[in-house]
């Protein structure tokens, strides 16, 4: 794995573990895509594609540029029609750039490159930067835009990168949307000659409606376990734009990066910005394989490094339970019952701050409110460091509702215009966090927080989207890079959460899954996956979630909760799957549900271990079938867990086929230690080529049927 320069033909080379990535320097010295895919040994043959960058073809030279134009980097060059990556205007008035090879740098250990490009008529370089990492066929790429000159330059686009791949061929494209309640739904169709565009436009969010993620597979043949998948993740929080096009000339592209709607930036001398980073790779084992590939990423780079290998504690969470309806007495006894049951952190949610009994009022005035809390949140914390569990506690820094003392003494700190009226979303204003007054009160508060209060995990919440992009007494310069600085802001934030309190657990919370995605990975241990626990939804939820994220980290509402008319079973084997949180109310429960909800709690913990850290396949999928049969594979291959589930059937027939299991040791022997069906697996020692070509027989017959089996290496 290295990154490799071929002077003789201008050749730059990105090889990693099982793929290869090249471009070369054309004619013009322009960086053009070469080849992406499966790996190539021996760099001469490479060579072979330079020959068309450097010879003009019979007749018009145009053809020959727009055969030949899949530019690193499109910045507005001659007869290249595509998405731009790059769109600028000069303080002379002249769009675009035409950018050539100034130098480059390889890092020592060959796992860096930095290309510097520059325009050869103006003050203008970009530098792009590409990473690579031990054992993964993923590349990292963000490019640095730099003012070299005494003249403003205004970026009016900005992308990340562009990404070509083998003409003449077909592809699918994958990508998720949905809406609250219904985010992750698994969208696929083959890509139509034009430009399909994925993008978010709410300002303050990544999604629910839309992650910033893409996938394409030639020919649409691609599946859980076997085939070529090219795939990319945007490393975004805000609005986002990833532009998939096909050519009339059969050439295909993904652009991707911030959203040019909203946002532009003006560089002054020696100014420069710096994209999002986005990842990016290529696999032959399907969709599965890219899910292997985004899970190493996330645990050995991506995640907080000192916590991204422990697992998520048992959660109970107190909004189930009584909403804003909370007060000492009430949230004490729901401790006690928790510790009973074995939860390892009792989190406080909405409804802790003064006169906070609906959501009209009280949003921004973080502290405890005095009568329903007469001895502040502390002592919930000294109650439950004294049974054994963690304390944590619910927080939306963003937003104010406007009957808040915040609001009252600071009216002028809320995103707004001047002449048009103020717009609510669930009766909260978005605090402008581009301003620094604003972005260290924020800071201030939740320093105080965790500090006076002992917390041990946050719970970050974000419940509307932006309407109003004004701010008064910014400069016209603010103003169009507002957009960009409020997310910036909050990275700072997070960061800073991460530097000063390293053990502190971190639930990144949206209203549901509208910050799942790679920018906010790196600095949470927990996503709220959806605000939907409807066991039937779940099942779709956590299969679109799961195929980019891992799952310890899915979180939102009790993933093991009380919903009626669904089956015990049912809900504990989902409960399994993700991060286990108790949705029920405690204090209501008979004590046969109690002991019902303790016993499953230890036996999570027992099997945590193989199930957070594990890669998952999606053997059979929710969206396609009234079953789901998914497969967690520990990572080292030792042990794995087979979750089953009916939901949907309609009339009845045979059993389900045999389910071919995927990702074992062929030659190693595997027992049955846990079978939640007492079907004819318990006990059985089965060699993993006989699972992987001869398969299961799960007992799925009947709506809410599910199974759960546990096996070990053995041999």
């Known amino acids: 794995m290295s990154i490799y320069y071929e002077p003789d033909h201008a050749l730059f080379c990105i090889q990693t573990a099982h793929t290869t990535y090249a471009f070369a320097l054309n004619a013009e010295s322009r960086p053009v895509h070469l080849y992406w895919g499966a790996k190539i040994q021996t760099l001469s043959d490479l060579a072979l594609l330079t020959g068309n960058l450097h010879v003009e073809t019979n007749g018009d030279s145009s053809f020959r540029l727009r055969t030949n134009n899949q530019y690193e980097y499109r910045a507005g060059e001659p007869y290249s029609y595509e998405e731009q990556a790059l769109d600028l205007f000069y303080s002379d008035g002249v769009r675009g750039a035409q950018l050539a090879y100034r130098s480059h740098v390889i890092s020592a250990d060959g796992r860096a490159l930095a290309i510097e490009l520059a325009d050869g008529q103006y003050p203008l370089s970009v530098t792009l930067r590409y990473e690579i990492y031990p054992d993964l066929d993923l590349i990292t790429r963000r490019a640095v835009i730099r003012n070299e000159g005494s003249e403003p330059l205004h970026l009016r686009k900005m992308q990340s990168a562009s990404f070509h791949f083998p003409r003449g061929v077909q592809y699918r494209v994958t990508h998720f949307a949905g809406n609250w309640g219904a985010e992750y739904q698994k969208q696929q169709e083959m890509l139509p000659p034009c430009r399909t565009v994925i993008q978010n436009n ?29 795939f990319g993740t945007l490393h975004w929080s805000g609005d986002f734009k990833i532009t998939c096009e096909r050519t009339e000339l059969g050439a295909v592209s993904v652009t991707a990066g911030v959203n040019d709607e909203q946002a532009a930036v003006t560089l002054h001398s020696g100014e420069s910005y710096e994209t999002p980073e986005i990842t990016a790779g290529f696999t032959t084992g399907g969709f599965g394989g890219m899910s292997e590939q985004l899970y190493d990423f996330q645990l050995d780079h991506l995640l907080p490094q000192k916590r991204a290998h422990n697992v998520i504690p048992v959660i109970y969470n107190s909004w189930y339970a009584y909403d804003f309806r909370i007060d000492e007495e009430k949230i004490l006894g729901l401790m006690d019952r928790a510790a009973e049951l074995g939860v390892e952190l009792f989190v406080i949610d909405d ?127 603010q103003r169009e890079k507002l957009p960009l600085t409020m997310i910036e802001n909050i990275y700072g934030i997070w960061t800073h959460l991460n530097e000063a309190y390293p053990d502190l657990l971190l639930e990144n919370c949206a209203h549901g899954g509208a910050r799942s995605d790679y920018g906010m990975v790196r600095y949470t241990d927990r996503i709220n996956r959806s ?30 909760n009380g919903t009626p008319g669904v089956p015990y079973a ?9 991060s286990m949180s108790i949705g029920v109310n405690l204090l209501r429960c008979s004590q046969e549900e109690l002991n019902a909800y303790g016993a499953s709690v230890a036996q999570f913990k ?98 809410y049927d599910s199974v759960r089996l546990v096996f070990r290496r053995v041999m």
């Open 202 to 230: 709410h300002g303050n969010t990544s999604g629910p409606h839309a992650v910033p993620f893409f996938a394409l597979d030639p020919w649409g043949k691609a599946d859980d376990t076997s085939g070529e998948v090219f």
């Open 351 to 477: 409804g802790w701050m003064p006169g906070r009994d609906c959501d009209s009022k009280g949003l921004g005035d973080w502290v405890p409110d005095p009568l329903r809390f007469p001895n502040g949140l502390r002592v919930f914390a000294e109650r439950a460091h004294a049974q054994g569990m963690k304390f944590g506690l619910w927080i939306e820094p963003e937003m104010v509702n406007p009957d808040s003392d915040l609001f009252r003494a600071h009216p002028d700190w809320v995103l707004q215009s001047e002449s048009r009226p103020q717009t609510t979303s669930r009766n909260q204003l978005v605090l402008n966090l581009a301003r620094e007054d604003v972005l260290a009160y924020v800071l201030d508060v939740l320093d105080r927080t965790i500090q006076e209060n002992e917390l041990d995990y946050l719970k970050w919440d974000m419940n509307r989207y932006i309407t109003d992009w004004g701010w008064p007494t910014g400069s016209k310069e």
């Open 531 to 560: 605000d939907n626990a409807t066991p039937a939804d779940v099942l779709l939820l956590h299969e679109g979630f799961s195929t980019l994220f891992v799952p310890k980290s899915a979180g939102g509402a009790g993933t093991f």
């Open 570 to 578: 049912f809900r504990e084997n989902l409960g399994f799957t993700g």
């Open 606 to 703: 027992r099997e945590r271990a193989d199930l957070q850290n594990s890669y998952v396949y999606h053997l059979v999928s929710a969206w396609n079938s009234p079953y789901a049969v998914w497969q967690y594979v520990r990572r080292d291959r030792q042990a794995f867990t087979v979750f089953g589930f009916c939901f949907g059937r309609h009339f009845p027939d045979d059993r389900m086929a045999r389910v071919r299991l995927t990702g074992l040791i062929p030659e190693a022997f595997y027992e049955c230690v846990v079978d939640t069906c007492s079907s004819e697996v318990d006990g059985q020692r089965y060699t993993g080529e006989a699972l992987m070509q001869i398969g299961l027989q799960l007992p799925l017959e009947r709506n």
